[in-house]
């Protein structure tokens, strides 16, 4: 979602774009268009210029760019718990979703506006029928802990209940080939504690698929327990337990969840032209503004 915001400045402010860190770009994941040249971070202090704009997420606040960089600074805060203490030095913070806000208010009053990111659902292949899918077939998200799923199974277990949890992507596995096989599965395992917003359950929905497992807290933005996913909050392995048996078992009502939840995928507020109509307003009240702090 930075590279997003970094070309929303290149495509609708004229700016020319750089990439920081050692990242590559052809990874095989993602399609960048266009591709940035790249520095590395030890070179970013000497490379920055009063005029230029620095775009980070808060996991890079240990690097301290609001003390030791010139131009202005924007950072789009994703995640919450990707940082010991947030860079108190940037000019202007976007938040992704309610729970991010809140933290960056609460603890460092600092105060937001909302942008959640985009998944691009308009430009997917229509998936296959959910009733059509494998019975019981669960793609499970690859930032599922193995201790968390291994006390989930044994709880299933306890239930009479052993669904087979399939994760058949590589680290690298292309975006593309992900979302078209979220669109063979009915049900979509995710586990992980914590997530800032939450991209793949938000397009497993858009799928058709059954999100079934923690809403991260970043998920509750859209996700709604019993309408249009089966989730709970992070440890409550019961709750999750009888959640997940009932959306196995029931199928009238697995399939009402799949229904909820690719309208819900599909909301236009999660396309990318919403996207970039908000960060093109932001940008350019960004711009606006005095700097924060001078280095």
Same mark, same amino acid.
């Given at each position: 979602?930075?590279?997003?915001?970094?070309?929303?400045?290149?495509? =609708?402010?004229?700016?020319? *774009?750089?990439?920081?860190?050692? #990242?590559?770009?052809?990874? *095989?994941?993602?399609?960048?268009?266009?591709?940035?040249?790249?520095?590395?971070?030890?070179?970013? !202090?000497?490379?920055?210029?009063?005029?230029?704009?620095?775009?980070?997420?808060?996991?890079? !606040?240990?690097?301290?760019?609001?003390?030791?960089?010139?131009?202005?600074? %924007?950072?789009?805060?994703?995640?919450?718990?990707?940082?010991?203490?947030? =860079?108190?030095?940037?000019?202007?913070?976007?938040?992704?979703?309610?729970?991010?806000?809140? %933290?960056?208010?609460?603890?460092? =009053?600092?105060?937001?506006?909302?942008?959640?990111?985009?998944?691009?659902?308009?430009?997917?292949?229509?998936?296959?029928?959910?009733?059509?899918?494998?019975?019981?077939?669960?793609?499970? $998200?690859?930032? $599922?802990?193995?201790?968390?799923?291994?006390?989930?199974?044994?709880?299933?277990?306890?239930?009479?209940?052993?669904?087979?949890?399939?994760?058949?992507? *590589?680290?690298?596995?292309?975006?593309?080939?992900?979302?078209?096989?979220?669109?063979?599965?009915?049900?979509?395992?995710?586990? $992980?504690?914590?997530?800032?917003?939450?991209?793949?359950?938000?397009?497993?929905?858009?799928?058709? #698929?059954?999100?079934?497992?923690?809403? /991260?807290?970043?998920?509750?933005?859209?996700?709604?327990?019993?309408?249009?996913?089966?989730?709970?909050?992070?440890?409550?392995?019961? /709750? %999750?337990?009888?959640?997940?048996? @009932?959306?196995?078992?029931?199928?009238?009502?697995?399939?009402?969840?799949?229904?909820? *939840?690719?309208?819900?995928?599909?909301?236009?507020?999660?396309?990318? =032209?919403?996207?970039?109509?908000?960060?093109?307003?932001?940008?350019?009240?960004?711009?606006?503004?005095?700097?924060?702090? @001078?280095?």
């Amino acid at each position: 979602m930075i590279y997003q915001v970094a070309r929303i400045f290149c495509l =609708d402010f004229g700016s020319e *774009g750089v990439a920081v860190g050692d #990242c590559a770009h052809d990874h *095989g994941m993602f399609a960048y268009d266009p591709i940035f040249p790249q520095i590395g971070v030890d070179d970013l !202090s000497s490379a920055i210029t009063d005029d230029d704009v620095l775009i980070a997420n808060p996991s890079f !606040s240990h690097f301290n760019f609001g003390l030791n960089c010139r131009g202005r600074k %924007l950072m789009y805060a994703q995640g919450f718990n990707t940082f010991s203490l947030i =860079d108190p030095l940037f000019d202007r913070y976007v938040a992704a979703s309610r729970v991010v806000n809140r %933290l960056l208010a609460g603890v460092y =009053d600092i105060e937001t506006k909302i942008i959640p990111p985009f998944i691009g659902a308009e430009n997917f292949a229509s998936p296959s029928p959910w009733r059509s899918r494998r019975p019981a077939s669960v793609l499970m $998200s690859g930032k $599922s802990p193995p201790h968390l799923v291994a006390e989930l199974c044994r709880r299933l277990a306890a239930k009479g209940l052993e669904p087979t949890f399939e994760q058949p992507f *590589g680290r690298n596995t292309p975006h593309e080939e992900i979302i078209a096989r979220m669109g063979e599965y009915r049900y979509f395992l995710t586990l $992980s504690p914590a997530e800032g917003f939450g991209l793949m359950p938000l397009e497993a929905m858009a799928m058709g #698929c059954v999100v079934m497992g923690f809403d /991260g807290y970043g998920g509750r933005d859209y996700m709604s327990p019993d309408h249009n996913c089966a989730v709970t909050r992070y440890g409550d392995f019961g /709750g %999750l337990a009888s959640r997940i048996a @009932r959306a196995l078992g029931d199928e009238n009502f697995a399939a009402s969840l799949a229904c909820a *939840g690719r309208a819900t995928g599909m909301d236009p507020g999660y396309h990318y =032209d919403r996207f970039r109509d908000a960060w093109r307003r932001e940008i350019d009240e960004f711009l606006k503004q005095p700097r924060a702090f @001078r280095t």
